[in-house]
């Protein structure tokens, strides 16, 4: 199609006489961008199909699976960047770039195919490297998990042994009373445990018997909507009303199952928090029962197990240094991935911005030439369709989006390094110790947090001004009109990202209403199924 654009546009720069500059830019930069394409689907073909490799031999294999034993002997599951790929895409861009420095007679409507090329090969770049930074973000988030368990371990031991030798000093009344109050305190735990299972439990029974009622109602549901296409008539209208019903009865059943989930998901953290109270309690009774048992003995035992606690005190600390260098070195490896994806993204919304420039140059122009035309020009009047605006305009938003997902994920990360660093801080500090330089490290991972959520911000808020452009202005004709969910689901998941960042509820709420106006009439579509799945995540956001 876009081929056609070429010739038609020749026409309206060559009509008082085509010279052969023009002519020959146009050429010149027609056999780039083909080129320049291929190997940008060459580059996206292998970045659907991820290297592996196994960590033991460094074996590389393009395939998901596990490996036969003959090949490797173990699964290759770990998945390592991809420098082709890489190397592919700043191909292209190099030689578009250079391309469109060696033509500037080239037709607008050229050049700007030229730079929709730039923006999709720097999209994808962006793309990449947020993968990436997914994947080390993720070995990163287990690493502080392994170290926030450590210095739980440690506060243990540090309560075991200060409590025990606190016990040596005291007389049997106080530790008798001492143990009456350490028995209530679990007990009470305990039930507040009790109760949260109850809850839980009450909760999950809940939205076992809701699914198997959904099943039901939207099995009956289908066959009565396919009954009423068959029966036709006042009728069949009824009964599509019915089907209609059912469905809405289900869809409030799913709402409530969600809603159900996210108060087991607190449930469940509150009770994780309560164990560790009741664990603490346990420790404080069973070192009071062990001194009343014999407090001739408690003395000597005391020491020993203040010595015991004060080794395995050591080995964690050890084990928390180990883990915080590891994260340390992620850090790095984030930031350097982080600020490609940044350049990368930047760069995409650069050429796609010009992409759009230049196509309204071209649409100006053949809207001109229509206006004065007496006798229809269908060729002409094809320029006039604005499928193509459209698609540079979602292409933008879509930089936009990754670009503020990966702002939102760095101030994430950065809370989650502080939380560490402040808990390794504070263990140092009942120890009697200074803070580890790792924990500078940690929290110098992001420098300006309050800058970074400005960014984010004004990348949705593009996002959201871009794609609200193009449903208010553009969509309205032709194949456009098929394509108005992508950009709908595509705007929601922008609102839904601004509000994760800011926590206000109307942001939410336009999410809401745009994935409605996606999924009307089209629920039972199998395309819809990541819609559906945005819409979850809304509904659960609301939580």
Known sequence: ???????????????????????????N??????VARRLFNHATSLMANPLYFDRTTGKRSPVRQQLLKEDVGVPATQPIDNPDAVAKLQEASG?????????????????????HLLGEIQLALGRYHFISTDRIESKASVFRMSAQKELALIRIN??????????????RDKIVSLRDDAAGSLKKLGDEIKTIDRKTSSLTGQNVKLGKANEKMLNKARKMSDDSEVMGGPKGLELFKKAKALDAEANKNANTIAANQQAVEVLKFNRIRLRQRHRNAELRLAAVNKHLKGMDKQGAEATIEAKNADQRISESQKEVERLTGKIVKRNKDLTVHEKQAVSALEKAQEHLNQAEKFLRKEISTARAIVNKSDKPNSLVEGLLDDNHLTLIISAKGSAGLVLGDLYSRQITTAGANNALADGITEVRKMLGREAPPSVKSLKGYLADPVKTGELARAAYKQVEKDLGVILKSHLKRGAGRNTVWMCQAQLANAYLGHFRLTGQSD?????????????????????????????????SARQ
Do not use: W
């Not at 876009?2 to 060559?14: E, G, K, N, Q």
């Not at 030689?95 to 730079?115: F, Q, R, W, Y």
């Not at 540090?158 to 606190?166: D, N, P, V």
């Open 158 to 171: 540090l309560i075991s042994a200060r409590f025990g030798q606190a016990l040596a000093g005291l007389p």
């Open 29 to 34: 930069l027609t056999e780039k961008i083909d």
């Open 95 to 115: 030689i578009l770039v250079k391309a469109i420095s060696d033509n500037p007679e080239a037709p607008v409507g050229t050049v700007a195919d030229a730079h």
């Open 507 to 539: 942001i939410l709420d336009k999410a809401d209403e745009l994935v409605a106006e996606a999924l009307h009439e089209k629920e039972d579509s199998s395309c819809m199924k990541s819609v559906k799945r945005l819409q979850q995540s809304i509904q």
């Open 1 to 27: 199609m876009r081929y056609v654009r070429y010739f038609v546009l020749a026409m309206l720069v060559c009509a008082a006489g085509c010279d052969n500059p023009k002519r020959t830019s146009r050429q």
